[in-house]
């Protein structure tokens, strides 16, 4: 006899899975992909063309004209033909002794100015990152307000601040016994140093206060666990981590001095005696292609562009390599 367990009743049969094809990777649309490429692009193409017509295209212009050179028949603008020159522009670059002298004053003048500029950037900086600090906000836009305003406007008002006759400066100096005209051909890389530092530490200075605000919490609290305060916590902590953004600022230092022009251009347009017009190789290049030697003058640029990615690439690996070692 038989259990009531034992009795099953059979379960209708079920209905078989819907198999859902699968698509192989090769087979996937590719319309979103390619919808996205294209959006990319999009976005993408407004910067290219200008890229490729404001920075490209003169520069290929510009090496194109350094082979070249221009011969006049006469003295009053007569018939006038172009010659492939080959490397003799670039050979009149380097017997040029005034842009050889310009390019030597504004190395010097970058040695001594860039490492003083952002020192104060870094000081400012670290002043404004630390607890104590007060008015932040006000601070951070006082140091920043030089960089707003336009470099031209800032030379005229040196300018007329440095004169010796204008001066604020030079009354209290001579009550002294120290008696000093600022524009003076032996001050006048001081003056145009000054200027460019008086305008551009604030820059720097922001860029560095925002490495400082990204260093993890952590960190600090870390430190100041381990008796690491003030100007230690500073040296040992805060500037080794903003590294990166030091090389960075110095970077742009290297190439904007590299492009001095605006300072002393202002400073030989108010007749300042002691300020040579051809004071920087930007100025030499720009006086050439007014008196119409305009190969030589895109010789020079090529040279001078050549030069300051060497420098600033140099600057760069030398200090990649440097933190690679440490």
């Given at each position: 006899m038989s259990s009531p367990s034992s009795t099953r009743t059979a379960s209708p049969p079920r209905p078989a899975p819907a198999v859902t094809p699968r698509v192989s990777p090769a087979g996937r649309p590719r319309r979103a992909g390619r919808r996205t490429a294209w959006t990319a692009s999009g976005f993408l193409a407004p910067f290219a063309v200008l890229f490729l017509t404001m920075m490209v295209a003169p520069i290929c212009y510009a090496i194109y004209q350094s082979f070249f050179t221009v011969h006049r028949a006469g003295l009053f603008g007569g018939a006038q033909s172009t010659e492939f020159a080959g490397l003799s522009n670039y050979a009149d670059v380097f017997r040029d002794h005034d842009f050889l002298a310009s390019i030597v004053r504004v190395v010097l003048l970058g040695c001594v100015q860039v490492p003083v500029m952002l020192g104060l950037a870094l000081l400012l900086a670290l002043l404004m990152d630390s607890r104590s600090a007060r008015l932040r906000r006000t601070f951070r836009l006082a140091f920043f307000l030089p960089y707003a305003l336009p470099g031209a406007?800032?030379?005229?008002?040196?300018?007329?601040?440095?004169?010796?006759?204008?001066?604020?400066?030079?009354?209290?100096?001579?009550?002294?016994?120290?008696?000093?005209?600022?524009?003076?051909?032996?001050?006048?890389?001081?003056?145009?140093?000054?200027?460019?530092?008086?305008?551009?530490?604030?820059?720097?200075?922001?860029?560095?206060?925002?490495?400082?605000?990204?260093?993890?919490?952590?960190?600090?609290?870390?430190?100041?666990?381990?008796?690491?305060?003030?100007?230690?916590?500073?040296?040992?902590?805060?500037?080794?981590?903003?590294?990166?953004?030091?090389?960075?600022t110095t970077v742009f230092s290297i190439i904007g001095t590299a492009q001095l022009y605006t300072e002393p251009a202002v400073l030989v347009g108010a007749r300042i005696p002691g300020v040579s017009p051809k004071f920087s190789p930007i100025m030499n290049t720009t006086l050439g292609m007014d008196l119409g030697g305009q190969n030589l003058a895109a010789a020079q640029s090529v040279v001078l562009a050549l030069l300051t990615l060497v420098l600033s690439f140099g600057f760069l690996k030398y200090t990649q390599r440097k933190g690679a070692m440490a």
């Open positions: 406007i800032a030379a005229v008002m040196w300018s007329f601040l440095l004169a010796k006759s204008l001066s604020p400066f030079t009354g209290p100096l001579s009550h002294l016994g120290i008696d000093v005209d600022f524009l003076s051909p032996s001050w006048v890389p001081v003056s145009i140093g000054n200027m460019i530092t008086w305008g551009w530490t604030g820059y720097n200075m922001l860029i560095i206060y925002s490495a400082l605000q990204t260093i993890p919490a952590e960190v600090m609290e870390a430190a100041a666990l381990d008796g690491c305060t003030g100007w230690r916590l500073a040296w040992a902590v805060k500037i080794p981590l903003v590294r990166p953004a030091l090389v960075l």
